[in-house]
C-alpha cells in the first residue's frame, strides 16, 4: 500500500470417403438404388456455406449509388469545427455559413455538411483567409478558495485568474474543482479533450489525498477498496492505502474518475466528513517543480500521452 503515496510524491465435419470400390468396371445388370441414384446427382448444396459467401460478398460489393469512401487522413478536422476553432463563430453558425457557400476551401466553395479539412488547406470564411488556433495546454497546481464554477459570488474567486497570462487562446478547465479542493488541474482549448475526460469510461488514472476528519477503520478501508454503489453507479476503486508516516486519517486513493464528488462521496458513505481533497496526480501529470498556485505548460511528449489515453 505504500506503493500509492510513493507514486503520489513522484509523479466442420471431418470428410467421408465414397466408398466405391477399386475395381468397378464391371456394368452391375441391377437397377441402381436409391440411394446411389441420389449420389449420382451430386453433392447437397450446404446452405449455411452458400449464406457465408453471400454474406462475404455483400461486404466487398460496391453497392448502387454509392459513392466511394475517401481514406482518413491523420489530423483530418471537419470544416465547422475547423471555423469554429478560429473564433470566426459557433460550429452551428459555420453550418449556415457552409450551406450558403460562403466557404471556400483552397478556393474552391464547400457547401458539403461534414466536409473534412486536411492539413495544409486554406480556409476562407466569408472573404477572410482563417488561422486556426492553436492548442493550449496548461497544467495548475490549485490552492483554496478558487473554484470552477461561475456562479459562487464575489467571495470565491475563479481559477482562470490563476492561469491568466499563459494564452490569450479560450480556455476551459478539464472537470471540476470546488474551492476546498487543491492539487492539479489541466486547462486547455481542445475541445476534444475536455469532453474525452469527461466521459465516465475514460481511462486515466488519479490519486488523491484525503483528510478526514477522524482515522479511517481498517474493515471501512477494505471495503472501499472492493468497490462501492453511490447513486445507483458502481465506483471502481484501484488502489487505497494509509499515507505512510502520516495519522491514520490521510488516506491515498487512486481511481479513474475525474469527478471530485465522487471522491468526497466515498468517504461520507461510510460516516468521515472530509477536511481536504487534494490531487496529487492526473492522468501521469504530477505536481513534481509545480508550487501551489503555479502553472506550466505541458511538454510535447505529455500531450502525446493525454491524447493516447
Known amino acids: 500500500m505504500h506503493k500509492l503515496w510513493i507514486n503520489m510524491n513522484n509523479k466442420q465435419g471431418n470428410n467421408k470417403g465414397t466408398g466405391a470400390r477399386a475395381n468397378s468396371s464391371r456394368p452391375s445388370s441391377n437397377k ?13 448444396k450446404v446452405k449455411t456455406t452458400t449464406k457465408v459467401a453471400e454474406v462475404a460478398t455483400d461486404k466487398v460489393e460496391k453497392k448502387p449509388n454509392q459513392a466511394p469512401k475517401r481514406p482518413k487522413v491523420k489530423d483530418e478536422i471537419r470544416l465547422n469545427k475547423y471555423i469554429a476553432n478560429s473564433g470566426a463563430c459557433s460550429r452551428r453558425d459555420a453550418d449556415i455559413y457552409i450551406q450558403s457557400g460562403n466557404v471556400k476551401v483552397n478556393g474552391i466553395p464547400v457547401t458539403e455538411m461534414g466536409y473534412m479539412v486536411k492539413p495544409g488547406d486554406v480556409v476562407n470564411f466569408d472573404g477572410a483567409t482563417l488561422i486556426p488556433e492553436k492548442k493550449e495546454y496548461i497544467l495548475l497546481n490549485k490552492p483554496k478558495n478558487f ?9 470565491f474567486r475563479n481559477v482562470l485568474e490563476l492561469v491568466k ?33 469527461a466521459l465516465p469510461n475514460q481511462k486515466s488514472s488519479k490519486i488523491y489525498q484525503v483528510s478526514l476528519d477522524k482515522n479511517l477503520k481498517f474493515e471501512d478501508l477494505e471495503k472501499i477498496s472492493k468497490g462501492l454503489v453511490l447513486d445507483g453507479h458502481r465506483v471502481y476503486i484501484e488502489e487505497v492505502s494509509y499515507i505512510e508516516n502520516e495519522a491514520k486519517s490521510e488516506i491515498g486513493l487512486k481511481l479513474k474518475s475525474s469527478n471530485v464528488k465522487v471522491v468526497r462521496a466515498i468517504f461520507e458513505h461510510f460516516k468521515y466528513d472530509v477536511l481536504r481533497i487534494d ?31
Open 279 to 309: 490531487r496529487v496526480a492526473f492522468a501521469g501529470l504530477t505536481k513534481k517543480n509545480l508550487p501551489r498556485g503555479n502553472w506550466r505548460m505541458l511538454t510535447e511528449q505529455e500531450i502525446i500521452n493525454l491524447k493516447n489515453m
Open 147 to 155: 473554484t470552477t464554477a461561475l456562479d459562487e459570488g464575489q467571495e
Open 165 to 197: 497570462g499563459s494564452t490569450t487562446s479560450k480556455i476551459g478547465a478539464v472537470g471540476r474543482m470546488d474551492k476546498n479542493t487543491t492539487g492539479l488541474l489541466l486547462f486547455t482549448n481542445d475541445t476534444d479533450m475536455i469532453r474525452k475526460f
Open 32 to 44: 441402381p438404388k436409391p440411394a446411389m441414384q441420389k449420389r449420382a446427382q451430386g453433392p447437397k
